[in-house]
């Protein structure tokens, strides 16, 4: 190229035309002029080395394809969504029920038209029974189909440009939400309604409304294909966990998101049917206004971040605490009742025990929450008395037992647990199965007579939840399984289902200030079960009532009994008996007659039977009855793993000719706890660029000054 | 128009300086890093190169098959970036994560292919011996690293993607994983007979 244009006759003519001047400055000229044209010539060389792959590049961008939308940009840094999302949660409490209002507000702050999928968590045994979708003044009630149809229902609508909503489920306490079609610039409200069980313990009333959700840890082997309609989270997925992708939202810190977004509004109207001695959180500073036995609670400010569960208690005058309730409705011509029976407060001998503590030293746990969880350990080495047993087992990506069996409850042993549990830091995944088989299968302590008992602390964040209460079924034996709920946003649903299954108690534990008391709690309770052998019998005049729980397990102090039966209207009497420690019988005789009047009750009870019939499917290895749960869930319409509520608007509101981005709402990382991913880097430098176009205006300003000099010469 | 010319020519050769003092700054820091190195390891503490360094070496990293070696800093900012590779992550007991600038020090990854050693010289001077098991192309749009999936004795080196683009802000990121190699030990194998 060079010669080619030094060859140029054009370039030579000119050269060669130069007229009489004086040589010596002629040859200066000339060489000066050669000088100048080599060098931007080599310029325009260099120039095209550094343009190409610039042309590489371009061509590389048209292939990403149009509509996609990611969440992160260029710069590494966080791109903030388009969609604002607000949430709003009006409570209302009635007896042992909660129901919920939760709309959610997706505004659309770009100027395409959006589709919103958002995976949020509800509580852990919240029944959902209820979709409305807003747009504008238009309302559209949402109805309940199964789940493959309701998201054909939701896709065909989604690209015929039609306002569409639809809510399913992933977990029982993690469902996903998608709106579609949201207008520039303008706001879908989806209402969702749900109703959970309070908690009533130890004479505390308590209701969590979670709002973030702690990363699920994914275990298994990447499964090659992954599906691309329907992906939401960073997670592929796995050989143990095929639908990762669905339950792993990306998380960011609350400062990556729009500066409105991720607020909620809660409020809380509480009709507890008895004088009301306080109302407290340990979560939120409250606001209420207490009259009688009605309160409404709000926390203080309007807004909260919703990057921890929102936890509301409240307690009754002393001496006025429950001990039974009855609660009556009928619905469609059914009758349901349900009644709540709290056990004894009886004190049994004192056994000597071993105990296995397994703490969790994931990276999800990193933060305040391996905090909490050294002190809830320590907490619980110090209720060890002489005669017992124990042993620490610590799990990340392995396992790892403290000492090789369970050790006597002495001196020198509680001081190199105490040194050791000091010491654990929180990194690696959580390989719970791995933890679990440790402990299930160590060498029992060389003594007689010894009661096991597993005490599991955790936050729950992993995604093969149902996996891990099969195992825990078939390894438990003779043991019981406690587990320790940590951080501000655990998983809930594992904790009390991996409760249940190991036939013992649970608690969460939401900040540090709060270990001794929910732990006393609970080890007290793990003394021993103070009602077993459970029988209930209600008046059923030999129907079938199909109460759920079917089997009520032990009841641990503190913790009542509550059942829903079908077709039994209020009258005769319950009676509940069973072994109190010791050996002694106990039973009691509640007058259903005096059932107070409630709603929701078809819906508690109907999420109750497919709980069992899931629970019957996974202890008898098939596959569970789909199309009963399906009816049942029609029926009463609540929601099931198997089917969906799905809104959909008849207008078409999308024109053809706009094109639909889809945009994957992020969560909150919960607050005290430490980002578990990396973001990529940034790995390259302008200096190729700077360089570039340093190179290009150099270039210009030589061929310029070239051919403005040519004339003079 | 003379004026013009000389500012067009000027602020040219500007960019141009600015351009090329990049990789002039990345050549000459590790220069001084490597003493810097020496004396860390001669101390066993965390020397920073120069006063108001707000990095410090922490590994050599070596290409046998490349030839290549450089010093590794603390901390994956621009910052550190600059004048070497930088470990973003691990360490102890985790897998280590190391990124650099594609256009710097990490040029030489687009060379690695599977099966090339890596050897890494951690401050207590023990080299460690990686083979290079996987290089991918993924999108940090939508992909993070979870460390807690990654073998805890993996290697990862991360740059930009691709090479020779002029976009410095470009999604795509090129890793290689590296996985130990063990020296093997004919006593174990004939004790496992």
């Known amino acids: 190229m060079l010669l080619s244009l030094l060859a140029n006759p054009a370039v030579r003519a000119d050269l060669n035309s130069i007229p009489s001047r004086p040589a010596k400055r002629l040859a200066t000229k000339h060489k000066r002029l050669r000088?100048?044209?080599?060098?931007?010539?080599?310029?325009a060389m260099l120039l095209m080395l550094f343009v190409h792959p610039l042309y590489a590049d371009a061509s590389q961008m048209?292939?990403?394809?149009?509509?996609?939308?990611?969440?992160m940009d260029g710069q590494n840094s966080w791109r903030q969504p388009a969609l604002i999302l607000k949430s709003d949660f009006k409570v209302q409490v009635s007896g042992l029920l909660a129901q919920t209002k939760l709309t959610r507000e997706f505004r659309n702050?770009?100027?395409?038209?959006?589709?919103?999928?958002?995976?949020?968590?509800?509580?852990?045994?919240a029944t959902v029974y209820g979709l409305t979708m807003t747009v504008g003044e238009r309302r559209v009630v949402g109805r309940i189909e199964p789940k493959a149809k309701a998201r054909q229902i939701y896709e065909t609508a989604k690209s015929a440009g039609q306002h569409a909503a639809t809510v399913e489920?992933?977990?029982?306490?993690?469902?996903?939400?998608?709106?579609?079609?949201?207008?520039?610039?303008?706001?879908?409200?989806?209402?969702?309604?749900?109703?959970?069980?309070v908690s009533y313990r130890h004479g505390e009333f308590e209701l969590r409304l979670p709002t973030t959700l702690t990363p699920r840890y994914i275990p298994g082997e990447v499964v090659a294909e992954t599906p691309k309609q329907w992906q939401s989270g960073w997670a592929l997925p796995?050989?143990?966990?095929?639908?990762a992708h669905e339950i792993s939202p990306f998380t960011v810190r609350p400062e990556d998101v729009d500066g409105q977004s991720h607020r909620a509004r809660i409020h809380l109207d509480i009709e507890s049917g008895f004088p009301l001695a306080e109302v407290t959180s340990?979560?939120?500073?409250l606001q209420t206004e207490i009259d009688g036995s009605r309160v409404r609670v709000q926390p203080e400010g309007d807004e909260v971040l919703m990057d921890r569960d929102v936890i509301v208690r409240w307690r009754p005058v002393t001496g006025r605490e429950p001990a039974a309730a009855v609660f009556y409705q009928q619905w469609q011509g059914e009758d349901f009742l349900m009644a709540m029976v709290l056990p004894p407060e009886t004190v049994g001998p004192v056994l000597r025990r071993e105990l296995m503590f397994v703490i969790d030293t994931s990276g999800s746990m990193?933060?305040?929450?391996?905090?909490?969880?050294?002190?809830?350990?320590?907490r619980g080495l110090d209720t060890l008395r002489p005669g017992d047993y124990f042993n620490v087992i610590e799990f990340n990506s392995q396992a790892r037992s403290l000492f090789e069996r369970p050790v006597p409850a002495e001196g020198h042993y509680l001081a190199r647990a105490r040194h050791y549990v000091q010491g654990l830091q929180a990194n690696g995944g959580t390989e719970m199965a791995g933890a679990l088989s440790l402990a299930m299968t160590m060498d029992q302590a060389p003594a007689e007579g010894l009661v096991q008992q597993v005490v599991f602390i955790t936050d729950g964040a992993v995604g093969n939840e149902s996996a891990l209460f099969g195992q825990i079924r078939q390894s438990l034996n003779e043991r019981r399984l406690f587990t320790v709920g940590i951080g501000s946003a655990p998983n809930m649903h594992f904790l009390r289902e991996a409760a249940r299954w190991g036939r013992g108690e649970y608690t969460a534990i939401h900040n540090s200030g709060e270990v001794n008391r929910a732990l006393e709690g609970l080890f007290s309770a793990m003394e021993a079960p103070v009602l077993t052998g459970l029988a209930v019998n209600w008046p059923s005049q030999g129907q079938n009532l199909a109460p759920v729980p079917g089997k009520p397990g032990d009841l641990f102090r503190g913790s009542p009994l509550v059942q829903v039966v079908r077709g039994l209207p209020a009258g005769g009497e319950l009676e509940v008996s069973g072994q109190l420690p010791g050996g002694r019988r106990w039973n009691t005789r509640l007058n259903l007659g005096n059932a107070a009047t409630a709603t929701g009750l078809n819906r508690q009870w109907a999420r109750g039977r497919i709980d069992e019939l899931m629970d019957a499917a996974s202890l008898s290895g098939e596959s569970p009855d789909e199309q009963g749960i399906i009816d049942l869930s029609v029926r009463h319409e609540v929601m099931s793993p198997f089917t969906s509520f799905v809104a959909v608007e008849e207008k078409q509101a999308r024109p053809e000719t706009e094109l639909l981005e889809s945009e994957q709402l992020p969560t909150l990382l919960p607050a005290g706890s430490q980002a578990g991913m990396l973001r990529y880097p940034q790995t390259a430098t302008f200096w190729p660029l700077l360089s570039a176009l340093g190179l290009v205006g150099l270039m210009f300003a030589l061929a310029i000054a070239l051919l403005s000099r040519r004339p003079a010469l | 128009m003379r004026r013009l010319l000389i500012l067009l020519a000027g602020s040219s050769a500007v960019l141009l300086m600015f351009g090329l003092w990049i990789p002039f700054k990345a050549l000459v820091a590790q220069e001084l890093l490597a003493m810097a190195w020496a004396e860390s390891q001669a101390r066993q503490t965390e020397t920073r190169p120069w006063p108001w360094a707000d990095t410090w070496p922490v590994a050599r990293l070596e290409m046998p098959e490349l030839g290549v070696s450089m010093i590794v800093l603390e901390g994956g900012h621009g910052e550190s970036l600059a004048f070497g590779p930088g470990r973003v992550f691990g360490g102890e007991g985790g897998p280590l994560i190391l990124a650099g600038h594609r256009d710097t020090h990490f040029r030489h990854l687009q060379n690695l292919e599977t099966g090339y050693r890596l050897r890494v010289q951690s401050q207590g001077r023990q080299w460690r011996q990686y083979r290079v098991t996987e290089t991918r192309i993924v999108d940090s749009r939508n992909e993070s690293i979870d460390t807690n999936r990654l073998h805890a004795d993996s290697v990862l080196l991360v740059t930009c993607y691709p090479f020779d683009s002029m976009n410095a802000r470009g999604p795509m990121r090129y890793v290689v994983e590296a996985r130990p190699i063990y020296p093997e030990d004919p006593g174990n194998t004939v004790a496992t007979l």
């Open chain 1, 35 to 43: 000088l100048a044209e080599g060098v931007s010539l080599w310029l």
């Open chain 1, 62 to 71: 048209e292939m990403e394809q149009p509509g996609q939308l990611y969440l």
């Open chain 1, 109 to 125: 702050t770009s100027d395409r038209w959006q589709e919103g999928v958002f995976v949020f968590p509800l509580p852990e045994k």
């Open chain 1, 169 to 197: 489920q992933q977990r029982p306490n993690l469902f996903t939400s998608r709106v579609a079609n949201i207008p520039p610039g303008e706001t879908v409200r989806v209402e969702v309604d749900y109703q959970q069980a």
């Open chain 1, 238 to 243: 796995t050989s143990q966990v095929p639908d």
């Open chain 1, 282 to 285: 340990p979560s939120h500073s």
């Open chain 1, 366 to 378: 990193a933060g305040e929450s391996i905090i909490q969880a050294r002190s809830a350990l320590l």
